[in-house]
Each structure stands twice: as structure tokens, then as C-alpha cells.
């Protein structure tokens, strides 16, 4: 999660930003009195904002995608390290009792 908030970080500061920008143009307005001028920077920094919070969202669906990714391959990846341990342990338990066979084999049969 901590890799989350490093990544949206940036995201988040630009929102912030834009926010800080949206509230001095008002402060501005207010001052200024032109109100088509005032409402058009509006609207840009408005739409602005939009884009970062869009981006933003797409960001954070991404990155939750990607842990969830990463938890099934964690996931998988034990389960194929437990069946690997299986595997060997068959493996070595079937050369040994190869090897008993040959051995019983080599040595001629019981009388």
C-alpha cells in the first residue's frame, strides 16, 4: 500500500495545485469584477482539474490492478514451490527404491 500512495503521490499533488490555482483565480475574480474573463479561466482550470482527477483514478485502478496481479503470482508461485517439494521427494524416494531393485538384481535371485 505504501507503493500505492508513492504512486498517486504526484497525482495528488497536482490536483492540489490545481485547487490552490482554482482558489487564487476566484480571489482574483473577486478583486478583478470581470466576470467573463474570471469565468472562462474558470472553466480551464476547472476542466483542468478534471483531467488530473481522471488521470488520477486511472492511476489508482492501475495500481490496484497490479497488486492484484502480483498476489495471484504469489500465490501461484507457492503452490508450484509445494508441488516441486512433492515432486523431489517422490523422485528421490522412486531412485532409491530403483536403486534397492537393481541392487537385489545384481545380486542374483533368492534361493
Known amino acids: 500500500m ?21 482558489a487564487k483565480l476566484e480571489a482574483m475574480v473577486g478583486s478583478l469584477g470581470s466576470s467573463a474573463l474570471v469565468s472562462a479561466e474558470k472553466a480551464a482550470l476547472a476542466a483542468s482539474l478534471e483531467a488530473v482527477k481522471a488521470a488520477l483514478v486511472g492511476a489508482r485502478t ?11 503470482a504469489q500465490s501461484q508461485v507457492a503452490q508450484l514451490s509445494e508441488e516441486n517439494a512433492r515432486l523431489k521427494y517422490r523422485v ?9 531393485a537393481d541392487a537385489k538384481a545384481a545380486a542374483g535371485p533368492a534361493a
Not at 505504501?2 to 482554482?22: D, I
Not at 528421490?92 to 534397492?100: D, F, G, P, W
Open 2 to 22: 505504501a507503493e500505492l500512495a508513492a504512486e498517486l503521490r504526484p497525482y495528488e499533488e497536482r490536483a492540489t495545485k490545481a485547487e490552490e490555482r482554482l
Open 62 to 72: 492501475h495500481v490496484q490492478q497490479a497488486v492484484q496481479d502480483s498476489t495471484q
Open 92 to 100: 528421490l524416494h522412486l531412485s532409491r527404491a530403483l536403486k534397492e
